[in-house]
């Protein structure tokens, strides 16, 4: 089956760096999406990898490894208004988004 | 302002009644989509339209139906609700099936008694 694996829940404190993860198992590969869901609201667009590596997006940067099958989101200078949701989709072999449960993420004081 | 339309925003639905969930972009989109999120999943894909007058199941088609007849319009119709579709739905857009981000719509509330 196709798979994606992230963390349920995530603390930190604001101003501090936070990393989340999302391991993947899907049947071919054709792009990794992160999303932010702030709660009761829609998905919004973060980031897009499809080549290993490290994408940077101001406070946002988002690293691939395809060998590995996985992924992370890393937001630093953590900011109240970070606290939301974060979801790993892939893109498979047919073009399916395949998304993950999500990361619920709390930023403390 | 350019985007992503759903209507209603929330409804409370006797089960057994007919619903349906209207979505409406004006980006020029080629493919949506709808999904829907419960707790603790992911979103699943109930239909897809690659393309204006083609659509096709996703994850969790049962009880569901959607038409395409513009570029537009996505509706999705529940024809006899049932307490299990109780969930939030969202519409979403993207220039192709291969292509781009997907936009989403705000989403809305169904709620089947």
């Known amino acids: 089956g196709q798979n994606i694996d992230q963390p349920t829940e995530m603390t930190a404190t604001e101003g501090a760096i936070v990393q989340i993860n999302c391991t993947y198992q899907?049947?071919?590969?054709?792009?990794l999406f992160w999303y932010q869901q702030h709660a009761g609201e829609a998905p919004t667009f973060l980031s897009y990898?499809?080549l290993d590596g490290l994408e940077e997006k101001g406070r946002f940067s988002s690293f691939l490894s395809r060998s590995k099958g996985y992924s992370y989101l890393l937001l630093k200078e953590l900011q109240m208004k970070d606290s939301a949701s974060y979801l790993c989709?892939?893109?498979?072999?047919?073009?399916?988004?395949?998304w993950g449960a999500g990361t619920k993420l709390i930023i403390k004081p | 302002i350019a985007g992503i339309t759903q209507a209603p925003t929330s409804q409370i639905l006797a089960a057994g009644r007919r619903m349906t969930l209207r979505c409406t972009q004006d980006?020029?989109?080629?493919?949506m989509y709808w999904y829907r999120q419960d707790l603790g999943l992911g979103l699943r894909l109930i239909h897809y339209?690659?393309?204006?007058?083609?659509?096709g199941k996703g994850e969790v088609p049962d009880g569901y139906s959607v038409s395409r007849a513009n570029t537009d319009d996505f509706p999705l119709t529940l024809a006899s609700a049932v307490p299990s579709q109780t969930s939030v739905y969202f519409c979403?857009?993207?220039?192709?099936?291969?292509?781009?981000?997907?936009?989403f719509g705000e989403g809305s509330r169904l709620t089947v008694l």
């Open positions: 989709a892939v893109r498979n072999s047919n073009y399916q988004l395949i």
């Open positions: 899907t049947s071919g590969f054709n792009g």
């Open positions: 339209s690659n393309t204006a007058g083609t659509t």
């Open positions: 980006m020029r989109h080629n493919a």
């Open positions: 990898n499809v």
């Open positions: 979403a857009s993207s220039r192709g099936e291969d292509t781009g981000e997907l936009f």
